[in-house]
């Protein structure tokens, strides 16, 4: 399991330092006129090949030549064309961004506007880009916000996502087997060895405590509030209703809700005379019970 889990990792890591495809620029020496250069450009498009090609001044339109019109009319999906600033493309370069998969293009470039000459020879212009060439010269920022197709070429300057892809998964991989040799170090770690009575009497021991009731713990047992000292004056009153720990007395022929204030005690049964008081709070309406011997005993020492 553990070497099955090793090559897989090796071979993701192997997946994800492979380039995902060659990236090539375009060669100087190419040629002067148009339809030489797409030919020669051409080789490296059929491999596969992105390749870039950088305006770094105007390019001339001569596909009227033998040949030409079948150049123009060749596959240039993979063909990135970049216009840099202060750069003018002419006739050429303007044909280059139509044809062109990606056309990246400066703010302050200066695309040229493409005469009838250069129109004719395109395979088409129902594209947005070639419909706005068809009117007049523009700015490369004008055809980004006009989002005819063109992308700004200092965006892209410093970003290829494929690649910070492939490096994050690169280093995810090699956590991942960093801990795959964590892992397998920690189980050839030999294992202390303890003997078989050693067992046996750790194993007794443990069922003898689990096997043990435990003692439930005392529950305390409380008959009424705890209100501290008697507050005040005290009446004699019958208990009508058991007192656990409220119920209700009689006083005067009227009933009183009352609570038993003698919590360690056992409550008088309905019949049974208390002592009651009012309670601590001014508000309250529950009157506070007591055994009629603490009065007796209360007056007999006054």
């Given at each position: 399991?553990r070497?099955?889990?090793?090559t897989a990792?090796?071979?993701?890591l192997?997946?994800?330092?492979?380039?995902a495809?060659p990236?090539?620029?375009?060669?100087?020496?190419?040629?002067k006129?148009?339809?030489?250069?797409?030919?020669?450009w051409?080789?490296a498009?059929?491999?596969g090949?992105?390749?870039?090609?950088t305006l770094?001044k105007?390019l001339?339109?001569?596909a009227g030549?033998k040949?030409?019109?079948?150049?123009v009319?060749?596959?240039l999906?993979?063909l990135?064309?970049q216009?840099p600033a202060?750069?003018h493309t002419?006739?050429?370069?303007?044909?280059?961004?139509i044809?062109?998969?990606?056309a990246?293009v400066d703010?302050?470039?200066?695309?040229d506007r493409?005469d009838?000459?250069?129109?004719?020879?395109?395979?088409?212009?129902d594209?947005y880009?070639c419909?706005?060439?068809k009117?007049?010269?523009?700015?490369?920022?004008q055809?980004?916000d006009k989002?005819v197709?063109v992308a700004?070429?200092g965006?892209h300057?410093?970003?290829?996502?494929?690649?910070v892809?492939?490096l994050a998964?690169t280093?995810v991989?090699?956590?991942l087997?960093?801990a795959l040799l964590?892992?397998v170090r920690r189980?050839?770690?030999?294992a202390t060895?303890?003997?078989?009575e050693?067992?046996?009497?750790?194993?007794s021991?443990?069922?003898t405590a689990?096997l043990?009731p435990?003692?439930?713990?005392?529950?305390?047992?409380?008959y009424g509030?705890?209100v501290?000292?008697?507050?005040?004056p005290?009446?004699?009153?019958?208990v009508?209703?058991?007192?656990?720990?409220?119920?209700y007395?009689?006083?005067d022929?009227?009933?009183?809700?009352?609570v038993w204030?003698e919590?360690?005690r056992?409550?008088?049964?309905?019949g049974?005379y208390?002592?009651?008081t009012?309670a601590?709070?001014?508000?309250?309406d529950v009157?506070?019970?007591?055994?009629?011997?603490?009065?007796h005993?209360?007056?007999?020492?006054?």
């Open positions: 399991m070497h099955t889990l090793f990792l090796l071979f993701g192997l997946i994800a330092v492979i380039p495809g990236v090539a620029a375009a060669r100087a020496d190419c040629g006129n148009f339809p030489t250069r797409l030919g020669c051409q080789d498009l059929d491999d090949a992105v390749v870039t090609v770094n105007p001339g339109f001569d030549q040949g030409g019109q079948a150049a009319r060749r596959d999906k993979n990135r064309v216009v202060g750069v002419g006739q050429g370069g303007s044909a280059l961004l044809l062109a998969g990606h990246l703010r302050d470039a200066r695309i493409l009838d000459r250069t129109l004719a020879e395109l395979p088409t212009c594209g880009l419909k706005a060439l009117k007049s010269s523009l700015t490369g920022g055809l980004i989002k197709g700004e070429l965006g300057k410093s970003t290829d996502h494929t690649r892809l492939q998964l280093g991989l090699l956590l087997l960093l964590l892992a189980s050839r770690t030999p060895e303890i003997s078989a050693e067992t046996s009497a750790e194993t021991a443990e069922t689990r043990r435990v003692p439930p713990a005392p529950v305390p047992v409380s509030r705890q501290g000292p008697r507050p005040g005290s009446r004699t009153a019958v009508r209703t058991a007192l656990h720990p409220q119920g007395v009689e006083l022929h009227v009933l009183y809700r009352a204030a919590p360690d056992t409550p008088p049964v309905p049974a208390v002592e009651v009012d601590h709070e001014p508000d309250s009157l506070y019970a007591f055994p009629p011997a603490a009065r005993h209360a007056r007999g020492s006054s």
